[in-house]
Structure formats: structure tokens, C-alpha cells
């Protein structure tokens, strides 16, 4: 697990370095969601949307779209494939994104179509340690991160 | 073949550097008898306390800014002229203010005050680079991405590819006779995506042959103009009256008002029919190809700002609601020329949401208190806030678009199915 101040990510997950998306290989495809930072950066999650089931969707573009306290936009998909499964339920109660972060706040499953190609930049094991604590001082640097006192995040 | 943005057509905006205020606009500066009639009217002033957000307060800040700057004793002892404290003053209050133009009915000298507050943001962004820092943002977004979200413009048309039953050609095609001009904020905003596909929906069950632009729509302008950026906005309008010929589309619908008004106002367009959704929906009913199922919920309407005193479309959607709800319609209070702002009008949610919510919130209590189930709207923007407020004060009302109600109710004939 890595950890910097209150956040948590699991390093057996991939991440999207710039996104905050998170991926993690299972039997049935790849399950995706917003990393425990992501959604502390965006904000209360209010609203998402999500492309349906069958819809093929390409790495790097958008496969549903979030509004949140400091942030409306794409999610983006960290692998190409068709969407497998939608999570019904984080779509009737996006507060599970700000909440739940890797298990009842995940967003999609997408069946790969290159998997090996598509996360092969994604951040994963050792490396998310270090970029994490990167990040987090990036963004509490440019002031877009709530202070560490002010922040209510998960 | 020369693009229209090749060919450098002229000026649709005047330089606000060379001569900020229209002959018009100065004497009104000089005609405002301070009589505060305009208070009476102003949300902002209500919630803030501040005269300076209220067209009073500017035109008194903005002149005595031209005092200072033209005094004697100051060019005598050659002094400079205004401070810095003053003009971040007037600033503020200028940016505060809803553009909702409420003020403008009840100023007994005829003032045209939006049109006055959009002149001052001109000279305060444009002539001398007062722009605030969240209008900075967002002007860099609009005109890098070509959305005011700065959201990769390449997904705007995401909310159509939600939907399961998208026609397949509905994205790729290169001649219409409709255009459907979404905007920023349905395009992208997931709080309302529930309108575009609501209204896209309406427009294949009546059988039009509608397009979208996609990729290829850009922001109307709107959020520049208001912002004081008119000149920033007039490579969009180019781009957009562009992509309209290329489709040979005869006429243009739009959902928001916001950007319905720009078109109207600013693009120098002829030959082209534009509707705003209300007049869409009210001539279906008119024409009888939409007729309604009786409605479970008591309704009420609520004027958007810039489609009712922008636009004087009043009559539309009542049309529309009469037909559908009869007695189940009840007017708001103040409703029309009178109606509230929802407070997400003149970029102020940018620069100040705590203020937009508080103005939304007097709103909402005019809605509550009107006894309606529903109330329907004719704005993404309006919607997205009143919404919001909504399930902030904990109240069981429902926003609804108007586009959605004629969806849900709808029942559609001439060969159109209601499923």
C-alpha cells in the first residue's frame, strides 16, 4: 500500500499518472474507478454519468463524466475494450466515489483489447509510492488540493 | 476556398480600448438619478448588503473613477489619476452582478443596465486587463479547448454516446436541415445531461432531420462576452456560422438560453431560423403532432433570465405547460418580466459561488412556496443550480427541463411512436 499524508492506494492496482484512474486486472476484464487523491482533489462527487454496457471506448478518451465540488470532466479510460458492467449503484449514489474508493465506488469493467500495450504506462507496484508523494506536494503547491486541516477526505 | 476566419471579416465587437462606453451608455452613466428603484430588484444586493454590486453602486464608483481621473487638482500637482483600491473596488461589485437584467424593469429612466454592466466588465477586462483570476481560467479554457469546462472538446458530444439508442449516423453527418446547438454546459456538465438527450429524443420522435456539430461545435461566446472578452469570442462565432453553412442547415435549435441570445445578438446570420426548445416543443403543440398524457405533479415555470427579458419568450413555454397541465399549472411568483435569477447567470458562479447559491436559494423559496411538485425550466444553467438547491434545503420539489417534461408526458403523433 502506499500512502501519502491520508491517502491510500493499493500499489497492486495500475493508475492513470495524470488522470488518477485506477485499474485493476481481474478474470472478467479491468475494473476502473477514481483513485482515493483523485476524489479528494475533485471534491464531492454530485453527479456521474457512464457510457453503457457494450460501448467500446479507447484508452486516454472519456468513458463517463463526473461533477464534483472543484471539478467537471471526463473520466477516461485507462484501457481500450468494450465496456463489460456499469456500477448501477455509485450512478444512484456518486458519494461512494468520495467514500469507497476501490471496492463499491468502482465505475466500470472494460474487456480488454490490449491490455499488455495499454498499461504498460500506467503506474503500478514500487513506482506509485513516489509519484504519489509527488503529486500530492504538486497539488498542494499550486493550491489546488484543499489544506491538510481543511480537508474531510477518506 | 477562403474559410471565413481565413478571410479576417470585420469587427463584430467595437475595442473596447479605443472607446469603452456607446454614446448612449455615457449619458446614461450621467441620467442615473440614484433614486434606487434598481435595489429593489437586486439579488446580489440583497445577499451581499453592498451597494457596489448593484447598477447604482457601479455607475457611482465608475464616476467617480472619472473624476478622479479627470480632476485638475490632480493634473495640476500631476498626480496620477484613480487608485488602484478604487478601480479593485468597482471591480468587485462589477463582477458580482448576475447579468440578470431585473434591475433594467424597474429603472424609471430606461436605462439598458446589462447591456451598461457588460460595457464596464468590457473596459475593466479588456482595456484595462482587470480580468479576476477564476475569469482567467476560464477564458483559457474556452478558447484552448473551445469549452468553458476546458474539457477535451473532442468529447462533447459524450452525453449523445451515453445514450443506448443513439441513431448511428447521428454524429457524422454532413448535411442537415436542423442543427441542435447544445452548449457548454449540457454538452459536458453530468448534473444535466438528462436535457440534450431529452431534447435530441423529442426532435427524432418529431421527425426532424437534426444534426450535431460534436467535436466541431465550439462555445457560443457567451461566457466571453459577459465576462467583458466580447473580442476574444468573435474567432468562436466565426468558427460556429462556419460549421452551419458546411452543414447547409436551415435552421438552428438550441436548448440554452444563454447561447440562444448570443446567436440571436451577435452572430451575423440571415437566411437561418433559430428556436430556442420552448418554441420547438410549443409549435409541436400548436401544430398538434404533440399531445399530452395528463400530468402526476403540479408545475410551475420559471423564466431563465436571458430567454425571458433577453428575449421576451414568455409566452412558449406557458403554451406548452397550459396544454399540458391545465389547472396543474400555477404561475411563480414573481414570474416573467419579474422573475428571479437562479444566480448562475454573468460568469458569477466562476468568480463567486457561494454568492450564486445564495441568490439560487431565494429562488428555491419562491418555487416552495408556490405549492408545485415540479418546476420546469428552460435552462441547463438554471436547472443545474436550482437542483442543487434544492436538495440543499432537503426539499421534495423536482427540477425538470422542459425538454424532459414534453418526454415524459409526451405523446406523439404523425408518425412519431410514443415509446
Known sequence: ?154 | MATVTEAQPAPLFADPRQRPFSARQLLELDACTRCGECLRACDSFRVKGDEGVSLMGMIRRRRRLFREDGSLVRKLFRRDGASDEAWSRYQEGAFECTLCGRCEVYCPVGIKTRDLAIAMRQELSTARCMLPQNLDRARDAVLEEGNIFGYPNEERALWAEFLDDLPADLLNKEQADVLYFVGCVSSFSPAVQEIPQAFLRVLLKAGVDVALLAGEEWCCGFPLIVGGLANDAERLIHHNIERIRRLGATTVVFNCPSCYYTWRRYYPLEGVRLMHSTEFIAELVRSGRLKFRPPDATLTYHDPCDLGRGLSVYDPPRQVLRALAGDAYVELVPSRERALCCGGGGDVEIWDPELAAEVNAMLTGAVEKSGAQVVVQGCPQCKRTTQRGLSAKGSSVRSMDIAEVALAYGVFTDGADDD
Not at chain 1, 77 to 101: C, K, M, R, W, Y
Request: proline share 5%; with cysteine; glycine share 10%.
Open chain 1, 1 to 154: 500500500m502506499a500512502q501519502a499524508k491520508e491517502f491510500n492506494l493499493p500499489d497492486d492496482l495500475y493508475y492513470d499518472r495524470k488522470e488518477h484512474i485506477w485499474a485493476r486486472l481481474e478474470q472478467d476484464g479491468v475494473r476502473a474507478g477514481v483513485d482515493a487523491f483523485g476524489a479528494c482533489a475533485a471534491g464531492t462527487v454530485a453527479y456521474v454519468k457512464l457510457s453503457p454496457v457494450g460501448r467500446h471506448v479507447q484508452k486516454g478518451r472519456a468513458f463517463g463524466s463526473m461533477e464534483a465540488g472543484k471539478y467537471v470532466g471526463p473520466l477516461k479510460a485507462p484501457v481500450s475494450g468494450t465496456i463489460a458492467a456499469v456500477n448501477q449503484e455509485v450512478l444512484g449514489n456518486p458519494g461512494l466515489l468520495n467514500v469507497d474508493h476501490y471496492e463499491r465506488g468502482w465505475l466500470v469493467v472494460i474487456s480488454p483489447s490490449n491490455l499488455r500495450g495499454d498499461i504498460a504506462d500506467l503506474v503500478h507496484g514500487p513506482d506509485v509510492q513516489p509519484w504519489l508523494e509527488t503529486d500530492v506536494a504538486e497539488y498542494e503547491q499550486k493550491g489546488m488540493l484543499k489544506k491538510e486541516e481543511e480537508r474531510q477526505c477518506t
